[in-house]
Each structure stands twice: as C-alpha cells, then as structure tokens.
C-alpha cells in the first residue's frame, strides 16, 4: 500500500513538474508571437569612428548583420527547444500508457495531461518556425547586402542633407525623405532590414543640413527604395 502510495505521490510530482515546465513555455512562446515587435533598429553611433577627409562614420552594414545573425540564432535554439520538449512529452505520456495496459493499472488523467500538454508545445513550436522563417530572411537579407558592400556594388552621394519628408513616431507608412547630393533616398524605421533605417524621430543622424557621405546601392531592388550601407558625416 505504501508502495502505492509512493508511487502516486512521484507521479503527482512528476506530473506537476512537467506540466509548469510545458505552460510555461507556451506561454513565453505565445507571448513572443504575440507581443514581442521587430528588432528595433540599432541606435547609431554620433561621435561614430575615424574615416578619411574630415568625416566619421556613424553606421555600417555589419552592425545590423551581426545582431540579426545574434538573434537568428537565440530564436533557433528557442524553437528547437519547445519542440524537443514537446516530442519528450509525447513520449513519455505513452510511455506510461504502455507501462499501465501492461502491468494492468488503474488509468488515471497524468498521462493524458502530459499529452495534451506536450501536444499544446509542438502546436507553439510550430508557430515558432514560422515565425523562425522571417528571421532566415534577414539574415539573408544581410548576407547579400553585406556581399554588395564588400564587392563595392554600391553608388556614393555626398552633401547637404535635404530633409523633403519627416516620418513621426507611430507612423509606419512612408519613410523619411531626403536627398543627399544628386540621390533620393528613404529612411523607414519599421521595415525589416540591415540597412540604415534609424528615422529621424527615433534619432537617426540624417537630419536637415547635416553634411554627409552615404553609401547606397540600386541594384538591391530596382523597384524599391535603394538601402543605405554605409553612412560617413562630416566631423565638426
């Protein structure tokens, strides 16, 4: 009796600990789906590092590319993660199935907690791939950009920072308008890129009258506004 008893008491245990353990998942799993935005653009660097001709740089590519690949990758391990604990569940739900029909014993509601538990984890699993596949774009939209940048498959405008159009804070539709020399140039800071979208409301540097030496190509998307790769300022 006691034997029994034991043994219902490590199953209510066992049964508690996976349980939390797989609500708990799906909750962080869910609430990332859900409220978790877009990687926020990373602030640029004013005072910047030396370039040549009196100029600082105050963003390059490889910024944007080395946290987008970071982020990559806590987002994988994460998915690979839930769905591996989702998949134990599983088995461990009809493991104690099999362990009950053959030595006879009463069935009672843990194993199928366990499974509809586990069941509920390989569900946000599989949101989190998803999910995954926009991050697998934006590491490949770095690993092209950056290849054009090192390949030198960029165009050059420098001059005075003409301000045509400012984008506010909480809007996400266009852009921040501007030209810079002889180019016409858009700033977007809610579109998913490494390139330059620090907008001015969320303290980007290309501001009315600010001399600068930026580093955009066309070839990216001939339809589409062209990406910035590079921006140098002139240092006061």
Request: hydrophobic share 40%; proline share 4%.
């Amino acid at each position: 009796m006691s034997h029994t008893k034991s043994g219902r008491s490590l199953e209510k245990v066992l049964l508690a600990a996976i349980g939390s353990m797989l609500l708990l998942i799906d909750v962080v799993s869910f609430a990332r789906s859900i409220l978790v935005p877009a990687e926020p653009a990373l602030p640029t660097d004013r005072t910047g590092t030396p370039a040549t001709e009196g100029f600082i740089t105050v963003f390059t590519l490889a910024e944007n590319a080395a946290a987008a690949f970071k982020t990559y990758q806590g987002h994988l391990l994460e998915t690979i993660g839930i769905l591996a604990i989702g998949v134990i569940g599983i088995l461990y739900a009809g493991a104690l199935l099999v362990y009950r029909a053959i030595f006879n014993l009463r069935f009672t509601r843990t194993p199928f907690t366990i499974a509809a538990l586990s069941a509920i984890a390989l569900f946000g699993g599989s949101v989190d791939q998803i999910l995954l596949k926009s991050n697998i774009e934006d590491v490949s939209n770095c690993t092209r950009l950056q290849s054009m940048y090192d390949t030198r498959e960029y165009k050059i405008a420098e001059g005075i920072v003409h301000v045509i159009h400012s984008q506010s804070t909480c809007d996400r539709g266009t852009g921040d308008s501007i030209r810079v020399g002889d180019a016409s140039l858009e700033v977007c800071y809610y579109v998913s890129t490494c390139a330059y979208r620090q907008s001015i409301a969320h303290g980007g540097v290309l501001t009315e009258g600010t001399y600068a030496r930026v580093y955009y190509t066309d070839n990216y998307y001939p339809d589409e506004d062209p990406p910035i790769l590079r921006i140098d300022i002139k240092n006061p």
